[in-house]
């Protein structure tokens, strides 16, 4: 091997490293506090929380790695954000178990849709600004906690807000991770963290046994699995395609789906492909070589890895923040997300009655049959937009 060939193998493992911890520092510190908001609002103890966190890392890590390996292109999974938002958001009241039961329904649906050409088909005609509106409609639920979080503990929410928002103009990839390191340093120097709080070591996963509620299946499993579908699978097999690849979509339903019904025990809620971060590793800056990026997969193995044998620590350091100054960093860590779902349900003018009223469904939060606001968002927009859609057509 020559120098320059030397040279050449040696940038292109520091770039795929480099995108590789970039992409991992950006998932996971943006929204690992929805994740654990999520884990305690269905009754998640330490441990189970802790479990479900690692359940999550060890699932990308595998996942990433075999359908990277098999078909030799970056094809980067993450759990799914908007699912942890509607967990959080429509929660309140679940059991443990029956919420578990709902993540096997929505990894089931997700296998099942990698099985069935038809149902995958149905699944992808869902109208984009309808998908859009049930998303927006969950984040916005979040993100109304960023004001009133800023009220109760203002010396530390609101130069939270200021250093997002300035990171945001000029550095926009690493405001979210920037502000929960911050966040994380104003705990400590307010003393949330007491000399007992936080312990190191390994994390082991703690099974258990999945409650099947139709009520939260249907509440929760359902609208898990097309927020997934809509918000994460759909653009991150886009986000494969603009990269020049074209990705095996039903194999890749097929293993994340099955990924979550069997980690749904141990507190995984949904593995999906990835979007924001694979965008970060599917391009040039990653490796000049296309055929050489699938190589990701294993620096991104061994870091989300060992992320999930660290889990229960991370648990720990966060559970110890104050409350407002999580809702407060989750919020803000959601406001790309929102801002990108209220553009999308905008997009197609003659789209925006069924988008808005989607939206303000699913915003609203009431509850039918004890079936949440996520799944009767989409029912009444789907209803008014086929409704609008026929009586064009018969018009015609």
């Given at each position: 091997?020559?120098?320059?060939?030397?040279?050449?193998?040696?940038?292109?493992?520091?770039?795929?490293?480099?995108?590789?911890?970039?992409?991992?520092?950006?998932?996971?510190?943006?929204?690992?506090?929805?994740?654990?908001?999520?884990?305690?609002?269905?009754?998640?103890?330490?441990?189970?929380?802790?479990?479900?966190?690692?359940?999550?890392?060890?699932?990308?890590?595998?996942?990433?790695?075999?359908?990277?390996?098999?078909?030799?292109?970056?094809?980067?999974?993450?759990?799914?954000?908007?699912?942890?938002?509607?967990?959080?958001?429509?929660?309140?009241?679940?059991?443990?178990?029956?919420?578990?039961?709902?993540?096997?329904?929505?990894?089931?649906?997700?296998?099942?849709?990698?099985?069935?050409?038809?149902?995958?088909?149905?699944?992808?005609?869902?109208?984009?600004?309808?998908?859009?509106?049930?998303?927006?409609?969950?984040?916005?639920?979040?993100?109304?906690?960023?004001?009133?979080?800023?009220?109760?503990?203002?010396?530390?929410?609101?130069?939270?807000?200021?250093?997002?928002?300035?990171?945001?103009?000029?550095?926009p990839l690493f405001a979210v991770p920037v502000v929960v390191v911050a966040?994380?340093?104003?705990?400590?120097?307010?003393?949330?963290?007491?000399?007992?709080?936080?312990?190191?070591?390994?994390?082991?996963?703690?099974?258990?046994?999945?409650?099947?509620?139709?009520?939260?299946?249907?509440?929760?499993?359902?609208?898990?699995?097309?927020?997934?579908?809509?918000?994460?699978?759909?653009?991150?097999?886009?986000?494969?395609?603009?990269?020049?690849?074209?990705?095996?979509?039903?194999?890749?339903?097929?293993?994340?789906?099955?990924?979550?019904?069997?980690?749904?025990?141990?507190?995984?809620?949904?593995?999906?492909?990835?979007?924001?971060?694979?965008?970060?590793?599917?391009?040039?800056?990653?490796?000049?070589?296309?055929?050489?990026?699938?190589?990701?997969?294993?620096?991104?193995?061994?870091?989300?890895?060992?992320?999930?044998?660290?889990?229960?620590?991370?648990?720990?350091?966060?559970?110890?923040?104050?409350?407002?100054?999580?809702?407060?960093?989750?919020?803000?860590?959601?406001f790309s997300p929102l801002m990108g779902g209220i553009t999308a349900m905008m997009k197609e003018p003659r789209?925006?009655?069924?988008?808005?009223?989607?939206?303000?469904?699913?915003?609203?939060?009431?509850?039918?049959?004890?079936?949440?606001?996520?799944?009767?968002?989409?029912?009444?927009?789907?209803?008014?937009?086929?409704?609008?859609?026929?009586?064009?057509?018969?018009?015609?």
């Amino acid at each position: 091997m020559t120098d320059a060939s030397l040279h050449s193998a040696r940038s292109g493992w520091f770039s795929l490293i480099s995108s590789t911890v970039t992409a991992v520092v950006v998932g996971f510190a943006s929204t690992i506090l929805v994740i654990m908001e999520a884990a305690r609002n269905v009754g998640a103890s330490p441990s189970q929380q802790a479990s479900w966190a690692a359940a999550l890392c060890f699932g990308m890590a595998i996942t990433s790695l075999f359908l990277s390996w098999r078909y030799k292109m970056p094809m980067i999974t993450a759990w799914s954000t908007p699912g942890a938002v509607l967990i959080a958001t429509s929660g309140s009241g679940i059991s443990y178990q029956n919420a578990l039961g709902a993540f096997v329904t929505a990894g089931v649906l997700m296998a099942v849709a990698g099985l069935i050409k038809p149902l995958e088909k149905a699944i992808e005609k869902i109208p984009a600004p309808v998908a859009a509106a049930m998303l927006a409609g969950v984040l916005l639920r979040y993100t109304l906690g960023v004001p009133g979080a800023a009220m109760a503990l203002p010396w530390a929410v609101l130069p939270l807000i200021v250093v997002f928002f300035a990171l945001r103009l000029s550095y926009p990839l690493f405001a979210v991770p920037v502000v929960v390191v911050a966040g994380v340093a104003i705990a400590g120097f307010s003393g949330s963290y007491a000399g007992d709080c936080c312990s190191f070591g390994i994390t082991t996963l703690e099974w258990t046994t999945p409650a099947f509620d139709w009520q939260t299946m249907l509440s929760i499993g359902v609208p898990l699995f097309l927020v997934t579908m809509a918000s994460q699978n759909l653009p991150g097999f886009a986000v494969l395609r603009a990269s020049g690849y074209q990705p095996p979509v039903q194999p890749a339903l097929l293993v994340t789906g099955a990924a979550s019904t069997l980690l749904a025990p141990f507190g995984s809620h949904a593995i999906n492909m990835a979007a924001i971060t694979a965008s970060i590793v599917t391009g040039p800056d990653c490796h000049p070589d296309p055929k050489k990026r699938w190589l990701v997969a294993w620096p991104y193995l061994v870091l989300y890895g060992l992320i999930g044998l660290m889990a229960a620590s991370f648990v720990q350091v966060l559970g110890a923040m104050p409350k407002d100054l999580v809702t407060a960093i989750a919020g803000l860590a959601l406001f790309s997300p929102l801002m990108g779902g209220i553009t999308a349900m905008m997009k197609e003018p003659r789209d925006i009655e069924s988008a808005l009223v989607t939206f303000l469904v699913t915003a609203s939060g009431l509850s039918i049959l004890g079936v949440g606001s996520a799944f009767w968002g989409l029912v009444a927009g789907l209803a008014l937009y086929g409704a609008r859609h026929l009586i064009q057509r018969n018009r015609r």
